[in-house]
């Protein structure tokens, strides 16, 4: 079956300038989750949603970054007013009931100039 | 709280040599251990996982870990790398609790020489 999918695969973008990334989960998927891989680094939690309950955001580093999830589906990742620094690849996953076993999309390059 | 150690930041080896690559783990219990492994400009995929029972979890590609209690520490192993297994692997630990986030390694680079 169809796995995660994320788009753009990369993004370009001016410092200030707002972006959003897209995540599609596995279908049938009740938990999906955003992560950040900056350059060299391990993967950092941002936000968690599990079916219908308010989102686990512990892990956004700013008020700049917001998350939606729509019909417990399709998810959002909004960066406001990106900086420099918010250059990384965005890593989506998803993970059905039960076992938390996370399977990831691709990932989105996003490049802030 | 929950941190992930993989003490090799870069390992090189021989095709055809055997591999073993470190993880050690805090937690304050077992954790859920994963082995992901990222290819260059790919995401990341689920080579094998432990979440309980046999200590030594077999996974996709030839590869197998052993989780050592004693150790804390969840090392992945191959006995003959091929040229295809270049890329970087990750551990990862999870709460066995509720299915929130991992806590991933900085992970390891293998690169494979011929």
Redo the contacts between chains.
Sequence with gaps: GAG?S?SPSNKVTEKGKDVELRCDPISGHT?L?W?RQSLG???E?LI?F?GNSAP?KS?LPSDRFSAERTGGSVSTLTIQRTQQEDSAVY?C?S?G???????????TRLLVL | AQS?TQPDIHITVSEGASLELRCNYSYGATP?L?W?VQSPG?????LL?Y?SGDTLVQGIKGFEAEFKRSQSSFNLRKPSVHWSDAAEY?C?V??PR??????????TRLTVIP
Excluded at chain 1, 99 to 107: A, K, L, N
Excluded at chain 2, 98 to 107: E, K, P, V, Y
């Design positions: 995660v994320q938990a989750y992560y680094q391990g993967l939690f968690y599990q686990d892990g890593l996953a993970s009931a039960g076992r938390q076993t996370q399977y990831f999309g691709p990932g | 992930v859920y994963f992901y790919q995401g990341l995929q689920l996982k979440f990750f990862a999870g709460d509720g299915a929130n986030n991992l806590f991933f390694g900085t992970g």
